[in-house]
């Protein structure tokens, strides 16, 4: 029987925010961030155990908010790191202590504050997963894309090559445990690239234009439309 985990990093703050509050926490819709990205992993088909990577000062205001908003969803947090990817490697170290060997074990990797990912590309991420190794959710661009070269000079790159990286992004824990043991390096922006780097193909799934990350304070309003929209359809 195989055993699927989620790894939700709830780290960042509310410094591009302009806000005291820590974005995850911050309201959308009557609730903090995180709530709803914990709900939707809750409210899928696939289940999969939650591992909530909090940074330890936010630890306490969280489960005072957990309390004020009677919210009951179980996870289980685990201490973050300096960075992402430390945060997620805390994650993983936790998920070896409860992963049986024999069972086919596999992770997901979610940014905390995206709110607004589907139960459709949770639960078929987790269930293409056990076809490829390595997956992540990504989005055509829709914008003409430029590379900067030297100087001044630019030059232009067919867009339907070029993919918007989303998360969740999914892998078979034997690939995501031996990537992780790698030294870190800034080069590391996601969990895909740090599994590239050990020499790994990434296949990648259709993202969701919805699915969007809570950045700046009119990522809110954006969001809030949007969640407003799906409840009407």
């Given at each position: ?29 009557g ?8 709900t ?11 591992i ?17 908003y ?38 997901a ?16 991420g987790?269930q ?11 989005v ?17 790159v ?8 989303q ?30 780097k ?36």
């Amino acid at each position: 029987m195989r055993k699927n985990y989620v790894i939700i990093v709830g780290g960042g703050s509310g410094t591009r925010m302009q806000s005291a509050i820590p974005k995850q926490f911050m309201l959308l819709n009557g609730l903090p961030v995180l709530m709803h990205t914990l709900t939707a992993f809750s409210q899928s088909n696939t289940k999969p155990t939650i591992i909530l990577v909090l940074n330890n000062r936010l630890k306490s205001e969280w489960e005072q908010l957990c309390i004020k908003y009677s919210f009951d969803v179980p996870h289980i947090i685990v201490e973050g790191g300096d960075t992402r990817f430390h945060s997620v490697q805390n994650g993983l170290n936790h998920i070896k202590q409860l992963s049986e060997p024999i069972k086919p074990t596999y992770i997901a990797v979610h940014d905390g504050v995206r709110p607004l990912v589907s139960k459709e590309i949770i639960d078929y991420g987790f269930q293409q997963i056990g076809l490829h190794r390595a997956l992540i959710t990504a989005v055509s661009s829709k914008d003409s894309v430029r590379i900067k070269e030297l100087g001044d000079t630019s030059r232009a790159v067919d867009r339907s090559t070029v993919f918007l990286v989303q998360t969740p992004q999914f892998f078979s824990a034997e690939i995501l445990f031996e990537a992780y043991e790698q030294t870190y390096s800034d080069t590391f922006t996601d969990d895909a690239s740090v599994v590239e780097k050990k020499g790994y193909p990434i296949q990648i799934l259709p993202g969701d234009t919805r699915n969007i990350k809570i950045t700046f304070s009119e990522d809110l309003l954006f969001a809030e439309v949007i969640m407003k929209s799906l409840a009407n359809d």
